[in-house]
């Protein structure tokens, strides 16, 4: 088998460590807008291994019917950083571009949305993960938007 760092086309940049170590499927429980959630992600590289994408899906606690669903896209970028791409449930006038870079345990994602920029922290340590989204405004303010604590779990086939 072919490493993904093998198989992307030559001077593709590699995946940073802290998005390749989501691969995986993870479940947990976070809080959006102060809404109980359940989530689940599924992990993967894409397109030779020069790319990677996590499938996120949840549901609130208290309405079954409230689910929502997004689709990110990572790839490793020269100078050390990682550019994105937001896709959800909200259909296509919500998708955004992100920018990142890897921090220590993980890796943080910015997406800009006009007046806010959506700030996604990502950190694994062991079989955890912690991802943190906050509202940040033009001048550097942030307010809480999403919290998930989630723990690594075998995939479905």
């Given at each position: 088998m072919?490493?993904?760092?093998?198989?992307?086309?030559?001077?593709?940049?590699?995946?940073p460590?802290?998005?390749?170590?989501?691969?995986?499927?993870?479940t947990?429980?976070?809080?959006?807008m102060?809404?109980?959630?359940s989530?689940?992600?599924?992990?993967?590289?894409?397109?030779?291994?020069?790319?990677f994408?996590?499938?996120?899906?949840?549901?609130?606690?208290a309405?079954?019917?409230?689910?929502?669903?997004?689709?990110?896209?990572?790839?490793?970028?020269?100078?050390?950083?990682?550019?994105?791409y937001w896709?959800?449930?909200?259909?296509?006038d919500?998708?955004?571009?992100?920018?990142?870079?890897?921090?220590p345990?993980?890796?943080?994602?910015?997406?800009?949305?006009?007046?806010?920029a959506?700030?996604?922290?990502?950190?694994i340590?062991?079989?955890r993960?912690?991802?943190?989204?906050?509202?940040?405004?033009?001048?550097?303010?942030?307010?809480?938007f999403?919290?998930?604590?989630?723990?690594?779990?075998?995939?479905?086939?």
């Amino acid at each position: 088998m072919t490493s993904a760092a093998q198989a992307a086309e030559p001077g593709a940049a590699p995946l940073p460590a802290g998005v390749s170590a989501l691969a995986g499927c993870w479940t947990g429980k976070g809080e959006v807008m102060g809404k109980a959630v359940s989530i689940a992600l599924t992990a993967r590289p894409v397109a030779l291994g020069a790319l990677f994408t996590v499938d996120a899906d949840s549901t609130a606690l208290a309405d079954p019917a409230d689910r929502y669903a997004a689709h990110l896209t990572f790839g490793g970028a020269k100078a050390d950083t990682i550019t994105g791409y937001w896709a959800d449930s909200f259909g296509g006038d919500y998708t955004a571009t992100g920018h990142g870079s890897p921090r220590p345990g993980g890796f943080d994602m910015t997406y800009d949305y006009g007046a806010d920029a959506f700030v996604n922290r990502w950190r694994i340590e062991g079989e955890r993960l912690h991802w943190q989204i906050v509202a940040q405004s033009k001048d550097g303010a942030e307010k809480p938007f999403a919290n998930y604590a989630l723990q690594r779990t075998a995939c479905a086939r």
